[in-house]
């Protein structure tokens, strides 16, 4: 007779086949529970260190690398991509950290200034009528005014425009980045106002105007946005928006991204946003005058003076106009810069370093004068004097 296997066996080896497989798949489960645990950890740690080195006070900054040159009393630097650019009434050149030469352009200025934004630069002759366009290779274009430059910005594709200024009649130009002419804008002195200050978006789609108004005695102003595009073809002389603030003087204006323009008055400031049409979104009206203005990266800082002993009362506002940080400092200063984590305080002999946090991590004096001090990724920084530049590291 044949044997027959009970079900039972079966329904048993079954069983055990789901019981290894219920123990490989927490083993395995296991495995994988421990090493998402491990990097948690590794997360935490690396957060907890960041944290940690971004708020540590340091006692010194060290030399990491020097580098010697001969410059003259009127040259400076500023910072441009990871790079220098060095001008002076005689020309300017484009250097590495190390003053290695990328590029280098020669002319005769009175009063060059200078407008940066990305790679492009425009170098203008402030009173005069000489205006260069470069990029990071070098020149791209060259313009000769017939009336004195005032002011100049640029964006990022090279598109410039320039203030000139006549006794009774001011004219805003715009000219690409190989100095041909796009359009122009005339400003009557008696109707529109006097210039005091452009902005241009980074993208070239807008710009920003603010006009000194003096009316019955009281002086306004009338902050101006001109549309480029196709937006600003419908409207008369490309102006879609304009604000009016009557007795208040608003002398800078800045574009922080495309759309957020911020235009900065004697004791506040307001936000513009808008893609093609900006509007006022942001009233920042305080009690107090403003003593002194900076820009960052999608931020901006105002400088108070106050009563006590600590004269100076700093307060950094994101594109938003929100407050990020509120810093008292005693710092007789002649600049202030805003980094991506940092902030940066200086004279000709010393300096101060703040987290955005308002943690104090340096301050020191310098053997040397100050040309331009600014700051690198991590803890580096760049002090340039007339006769060296140093790469310095906190430490």
């Not at 093609?276 to 800082?301: A, Y």
Request: aromatic share 10%; charged share 20%; glycine share 8%.
């Amino acid at each position: 007779m044949p044997k027959i296997t009970p079900f039972e066996n079966k329904k048993t080896e079954h069983s055990g086949m789901k019981e290894y497989t219920r123990k490989l798949l927490l083993h395995r489960l296991g495995i994988g529970g421990r090493f998402l645990v491990c990097i948690l950890v590794a997360v935490g740690i690396a957060i907890g260190v960041s944290r940690y080195l971004s708020n540590k006070n340091y006692d010194t900054l060290e030399v990491i690398s020097s580098v010697e040159h001969a410059d003259t009393i009127s040259t400076r630097y500023v910072e441009y991509n990871d790079r220098l650019l060095r001008y002076s009434k005689d020309g300017v050149s484009c250097v590495t950290l190390s003053h290695e030469m990328i590029w280098s352009q020669t002319y005769n200025m009175q009063d060059p200034i200078l407008a940066i934004c990305g790679s492009a630069v425009a170098v203008a002759d402030q009173g005069g009528n000489e205006l260069y366009i470069f990029d990071e290779s070098g020149l791209k274009g060259q313009v000769n005014t017939l009336l004195p430059i005032q002011q100049v910005t640029i964006s990022r594709e090279g598109v410039t425009a320039v203030i000139l200024e006549d006794s009774s009649v001011s004219w805003i130009y715009l000219y690409d980045q190989d100095g041909e002419k796009l359009l122009d804008a005339r400003c009557n002195l008696a109707e529109t106002g006097q210039p005091m200050s452009l902005s241009m978006a980074p993208d070239g789609s807008k710009l920003a105007v603010s006009f000194l108004q003096v009316a019955g005695g009281m002086s306004n102003t009338c902050v101006v946005f001109y549309n480029l595009g196709a937006v600003g073809a419908n409207f008369v002389d490309k102006i879609v928006a304009s604000r009016l603030y009557e007795g208040i003087l608003v002398p800078r204006v800045c574009y922080l991204s495309e759309d957020t323009c911020v235009a900065v008055g004697e004791t506040g400031f307001y936000v513009f946003e808008g893609a093609e049409i900006p509007e006022e979104t942001v009233d920042g009206t305080m009690e107090g005058e403003i003593q002194s203005v900076c820009f960052g990266e999608s931020r901006f800082g105002l400088v108070y003076e106050q009563e006590g002993e600590i004269p100076y009362l700093l307060k950094i506002f994101d594109r938003k106009g929100n407050l990020v940080l509120e810093q008292s400092f005693d710092l007789k200063y002649s600049q202030i810069k805003l980094a991506k984590d940092c902030v940066v305080i200086y004279n000709e002999n010393e300096c101060a370093i703040y987290s955005m946090k308002g943690v104090l991590r340096y301050q020191g004096t310098f053997t040397d004068t100050l040309v331009n001090f600014y700051a690198l990724k991590g803890r580096r920084f760049v002090a340039v004097y007339p006769q060296k530049t140093d790469q310095l590291k906190l430490s």
